[in-house]
């Protein structure tokens, strides 16, 4: 083994203790609550199928369309048909391939702007609206009984090939169906057509307007929604115990960056923010106990700016300059929207609409030390392949080498790893071993109950909150102090938290 890799050993064997006794005091659940909860998300969720069936309707025309199909899907949002499907997945080379000892996705091909346009236009078909009409060969029925040689009527009964045995011709219009979406390059494009996932719809979001950004904005929520009730509502019911309390296992090796996930229910892919109304099933198992929460503010970006060494997201920090709206002036669209694309560049991302791709720009110059960065990283992973962090932790790159557009293979992980990987992975466990240690020595009745990404849970007893606060900033706060004391170097960019305290998860209010 490396010898730089002791000091991430000594923390996940240390992390492994901690996260043992979080999992066995778990988080209370208020199962009314739940209930409740699982009634309007299912309410809202036939609501919105209804509607976004309607719509659908109503820029297909007779077209029949099922939003649980992903062809169906592609077609509705971006008015286009694949003529070949097999020809599609050659020419864009999709599917999977192995790689090493893995199923990898296969390297997408790369095509200019001009190339891809044209590509998609000339293996696609433009969907216009129909109009259904009764089918004139079978009158409807779907079925023929075809005509003898001598000219009377035969006897048997096959498919009517003309309407496909649905009795229907939907003929079309001159008006084109669909949302009109435009794919912008090969990394939209899917078996099915192209992409119509949560990530793909929130990055175009920004561009669009009218029926399709009220489609899209629908259409994501209801995903959503589904998801919140398997992974959350179900996951949470079937894990509860006899004492109303779930304990969601950690796994500390199961991420490539060394991020946490959990399961038995899942607690870490939680919605960001603090809307997440399913948090609201999560109480004090204390009579009068609190839910406190400690946050550590714009981690990841801190954080690349701290390993890029980058003298303008010093600047940002300590001047507390709001990102989002800096993103916002320069696509040209809200704060909120604004989100999904601050940080993109962080990990490499590139690829988006010519709005996108403007601010992506504009990121490199003004962030030029991390965009060095970003090279730096490359290098080291085409040369060694692997790179290493700051504090020892190292990621193989096995397959690295340049491309012929100048980057190497595997770029986004390469730019990404570190960041994801130096804050959730060495940062915050050190700050949930120091509570720990902290807690246990001033022997507390309140309990950690859960860590999600950058952020603490602590279940609080109504005598402690004082001694719960306190502890959990002087935790927190603590990262230059154990950075130096487990690899040798002060973490130097200015750490931000936010303490929020409530009666459950969800309703919580600042310290
Ligand atoms: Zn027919």
Request: aromatic share 6%; hydrophobic share 40%; net charge negative.
């Given at each position: 083994m490396s010898k730089s890799l002791v000091p991430t050993l000594k923390l996940s064997l240390e992390m492994t203790n901690v996260l043992s006794r979080v999992e066995r005091n778990g988080l209370r659940i208020n199962l009314d609550t739940l209930e409740q909860i699982r009634e309007e998300y299912t309410r809202e969720m036939e609501?919105?199928?209804?509607?976004?069936?309607?719509?659908?309707?109503?820029?297909?025309?007779?077209?029949?369309?099922s939003l649980t199909s992903p062809d169906d899907r592609s077609m509705l949002l971006y008015s286009r048909k694949v003529k070949d499907k097999k020809e599609w997945r050659r020419v864009f080379n999709l599917g999977m391939e192995q790689r090493g000892a893995t199923m990898k996705p296969k390297q997408r091909t790369r095509m200019s702007r001009g190339e891809f346009n044209q590509t998609v236009r000339r293996m696609t078909d433009v969907m216009y609206k129909t109009r259904g009409e009764q089918c004139p060969k079978c009158g409807g029925f779907g079925r023929v009984s075809p005509t003898k040689k001598d000219g009377t009527p035969g006897k048997a009964i096959r498919i009517c090939k003309t309407c496909g045995g649905t009795g229907i011709l939907y003929?079309?219009?001159?008006?084109?169906?669909?949302?009109?979406?435009?794919?912008?390059?090969?990394?939209?494009?899917a078996t099915a057509g192209f992409k119509t996932d949560k990530n793909t719809l929130e990055m175009r979001s920004s561009d669009l307007s009218g029926d399709a950004l009220e489609f899209v904005t629908a259409y994501t929520r209801y995903n959503a929604l589904r998801t919140y009730l398997s992974t959350f509502v179900e996951g949470i019911k079937n894990n509860v115990d006899k004492k109303e309390i779930i304990h969601p296992e950690f796994m500390q090796c199961v991420t490539a960056t060394g991020r946490l996930s959990s399961r038995n229910p899942n607690f870490q892919n939680m919605p960001r923010g603090n809307t997440f109304e399913i948090r609201k099933v999560v109480e004090s198992r204390f009579e009068d106990g609190l839910i406190l929460e400690g946050d550590y503010s714009q981690l990841e970006?801190?954080?690349?700016?701290?390993?890029?060494?980058?003298?303008?997201?010093?600047?940002?920090?300590?001047?507390?300059?709001?990102?989002?709206?800096?993103?916002?002036?320069?696509?040209?669209?809200?704060?909120?929207?604004?989100?999904?694309?601050?940080f993109k560049p962080l990990y490499g991302g590139v690829s988006g609409t010519e709005s996108q791709r403007r601010y992506y720009s504009a990121f490199k110059e003004k962030y030029e030390g991390v965009t060095e960065w970003h090279d730096r990283l490359q290098r080291e992973a085409v040369e060694k392949r692997y790179i290493t962090l700051p504090s020892g932790r190292q990621y193989a790159f096995p397959n690295a080498r340049w491309t012929q557009y100048g980057t190497a293979v595997g770029r986004t992980n390469?730019?990404?790893?570190?960041?994801?990987?130096?804050?959730?992975?060495?940062?915050?466990?050190?700050?949930?071993?120091?509570?720990?240690?902290?807690?246990?020595?001033?022997?507390?009745?309140?309990?950690?109950?859960?860590?999600?990404?950058?952020?603490?849970?602590?279940?609080?007893?109504?005598?402690?909150?004082?001694?719960c606060i306190k502890l959990m900033r002087e935790a927190m706060l603590s990262l230059p102090q154990e950075t130096m004391e487990r690899y040798g170097f002060r973490y130097d960019m200015p750490v931000g938290i936010e303490l929020k305290i409530g009666k459950n998860w969800l309703d919580l209010h600042d310290v």
């Open positions: 609501e919105l199928e209804e509607r976004l069936n309607d719509m659908a309707r109503e820029a297909m025309g007779d077209t029949p369309v003929v079309p219009s001159n008006t084109v169906a669909g949302f009109k979406l435009v794919p912008t390059d090969s990394y939209d494009v970006f801190r954080v690349a700016g701290f390993l890029a060494k980058d003298a303008q997201a010093y600047l940002d920090v300590e001047e507390g300059t709001d990102v989002h709206s800096y993103t916002a002036s320069v696509i040209g669209c809200t704060r909120q929207q604004a989100k999904a694309h601050t390469i730019c990404n790893y570190p960041v994801q990987g130096f804050a959730t992975a060495d940062l915050l466990p050190a700050a949930l071993v120091r509570l720990d240690k902290l807690f246990r020595a001033a022997d507390l009745r309140s309990i950690i109950c859960n860590t999600v990404h950058d952020s603490i849970v602590i279940d609080v007893h109504p005598q402690e909150k004082d001694v």
